[in-house]
T-cell receptor, first 119, second 117 residues
Framework: DTEVTQTPKHLVMGMTNKKSLKCEQHMGHRAMYWYKQKAKKPPELMFVYSYEKLSINESVPSRFSPECPNSSLLNLHLHALQPEDSALYLC??????????????????FGPGTRLTVL | AQTVTQSQPEMSVQEAETVTLSCTYDTSESDYYLFWYKQPPSRQMILVIRQEAYKQQNATENRFSVNFQKAAKSFSLKISDSQLGDAAMYFCAYRSAKNFGNEKLTFGTGTRLTIIP
């Protein structure tokens, strides 16, 4: 089972709204990721959580605030977004990197994404 | 820093034929992983195939196979017996073999594959 779920599928918000994106996996993965993807472009990494701790922040503006409350759940809190933040937001997860070399900690499995529109 | 280059923005192939998508990368590391992901119109990124750099044997997954040339830093994807469901954007991606702060996937710009019935 390599399923990562994301809610909502679509989100429309105004620039003064506060909203959250949710990502969930039940594969026992210990690393989770947020990517932003603009139309016709590759995904761009935003954040990485490893063992529920933030390990990579790719200089993302503070209007994006990630949270990893437990090993299965990853949230992205949105506040005071700009129209240029409209994009597809993808979540991914990967196995525990401390597993034996037989594991595939290198491989990221993606969710279906949330399409965000900021008006 | 690592870079990944896909020089073919668009490709097309007749149904049931074979097509090869190109990918080159640049890195100073000796141990890494390479991937091909497929993104159909539904926009979900789907793993197609994975290659470990320290393995000389080319990875295969059913109709999908790669030609991995480590010295040339080349990683092409061959799709045999193309099917309509193969139509998608294909991204080549690189990941360091290191962990804990090095999990970033570096993507190429993608190749849009069209299947002609």
């Amino acid at each position: 089972d390599t399923e990562v779920t994301q809610t909502p599928k679509h989100l429309v918000m105004g620039m003064t709204n506060k909203k959250s994106l949710k990502c969930e996996q039940h594969m026992g993965h210990r690393a989770m990721y947020w990517y932003k993807q603009k139309a016709k472009k590759p995904p761009e990494l935003m954040f990485v959580y490893s063992y529920e701790k933030l390990s990579i922040n790719e200089s993302v503006p503070s209007r994006f605030s990630p949270e990893c409350p437990n090993s299965s759940l990853l949230n992205l809190h949105l506040h005071a977004l700009q129209p240029e933040d409209s994009a597809l937001y993808l979540c991914a997860s990967s196995q525990d990197p401390l597993l034996s070399s037989g594991g595939r900690a290198d491989t990221q499995y993606f969710g279906p994404g949330t399409r965000l529109t900021v008006l | 820093a690592q870079t990944v280059t896909q020089s073919q923005p668009e490709m097309s192939v007749q149904e049931a034929e074979t097509v090869t998508l190109s990918c080159t990368y640049d890195t100073s590391e000796s141990d890494y992983y390479l991937f091909w992901y497929k993104q159909p119109p539904s926009r979900q990124m789907i793993l197609v195939i994975r290659q470990e750099a320290y393995k000389q044997q080319n990875a295969t997954e059913n109709r999908f196979s790669v030609n991995f040339q480590k010295a040339a830093k080349s990683f092409s994807l061959k799709i045999s017996d193309s099917q309509l469901g193969d139509a998608a954007m294909y991204f080549c991606a690189y990941r360091s073999a290191k962990n804990f702060g090095n999990e970033k996937l570096t993507f190429g710009t993608g190749t849009r594959l069209t299947i002609i019935p």
